[in-house]
């Protein structure tokens, strides 16, 4: 597996996590639940495409 591919999900979900925390009172209600639910699934793809690449590190 490509780790590069993986560095970069790793950096936008961090990334869309800041814009989350720095700009919560300015988003909308609604933007923000898109945003959240968004940011969730990219961190639990995340944290499973990094396992995924740790078990296969020796392979």
Do not use: H, Q
């Not at 700009?23 to 639990?44: D, F, N, Q, W």
Request: hydrophobic share 60%; glycine share 6%; net charge positive.
């Amino acid at each position: 597996m490509n780790t590069t591919n993986l560095a970069v999900l790793v950096v936008s979900t961090l990334l869309l996590g800041g814009v989350l925390i720095f700009y919560r009172e300015s988003l909308t209600p609604k933007l923000r639940r898109i945003l959240a639910t968004a940011a969730a699934v990219m961190l639990l793809l995340t944290f499973v495409l990094l396992v995924y690449t740790l078990f296969t590190i020796g392979s």
